[in-house]
C-alpha cells in the first residue's frame, strides 16, 4: 500500500474529525442547543475537506499521469486550465452529490441507533435491485447499441 493511500484512508480521516471536534468545542458550538445534531454538523465540513485533502494528496500523481504519460502519447488535449478545472468540478460534483447522502447517513445513524445494521443492509439491498434493474434498461443502452437475434432454431431453443 503506497504511503499515500495509508495516509488518507487510515490516518487522516481521525486527524479530520478529531480537529473539527475540538474546533467546534473551542468555539462553543458543542455546547449549543444543536444536542444530537451535531453530527450533521460537523459531517458537511468533514467531507469537505476529507475530499479537498484526498485531491491535493493524489495531485502529484494525476500531474504525472497526465503529462508524462497521457499527453505525450495523445491520450488526452488537457492543459493546465482544464486540468486544474477538472481537480475543482471533482469538488464540486462531491458537495453537490455526495453531502447530501452523506447528510441522510449521518441522520439515519442517529435516528436508527441499534437498528443501523438493518437499515444499511435494507438500502444496500435496495440499491442493488435498483440497480440490477437499471443497468440492462438504462445504462447499457446508453452506451451499446443492440439488434434482436434471427429467427432460428437456436433461438427457439433458448425460448
Known amino acids: 500500500m503506497a504511503w499515500d493511500s495509508l495516509f488518507m484512508y487510515f490516518l487522516m480521516p481521525k486527524i479530520i474529525w478529531e480537529f473539527l471536534l475540538w474546533t467546534f468545542h473551542a468555539w462553543g458550538w458543542c455546547d449549543s442547543d444543536w444536542g444530537p445534531y451535531m453530527q450533521l454538523v460537523v459531517a458537511i465540513p468533514y467531507g469537505l475537506i476529507y475530499k479537498l485533502l484526498d485531491i491535493v494528496v493524489h495531485m502529484p500523481f494525476g500531474i504525472y499521469v497526465t503529462w508524462w504519460i497521457e499527453v505525450p502519447q495523445g491520450f488526452s488535449d488537457a492543459t493546465p486550465c482544464t486540468y ?3 481537480r475543482f468540478a471533482v469538488l ?3 458537495a453537490l452529490l455526495n453531502v447530501p447522502v452523506l447528510l441522510i447517513i449521518c441522520l439515519a445513524a442517529l435516528l436508527s441507533g441499534k437498528w443501523l445494521w438493518l437499515v444499511c443492509l435494507l438500502t444496500t439491498g435496495f440499491f442493488k ?3 440490477l434493474y437499471m443497468y ?3 445504462i447499457m443502452p446508453i452506451f451499446s447499441s ?3 437475434l434471427e429467427e432460428e432454431e437456436e433461438h427457439e431453443v433458448i425460448y
Do not use: D, M, R
Open 84 to 86: 486544474i478545472w477538472e
Open 92 to 94: 464540486l460534483e462531491f
Open 129 to 131: 435491485l435498483l440497480i
Open 136 to 138: 440492462p434498461v438504462v
Open 146 to 148: 443492440f439488434t434482436l
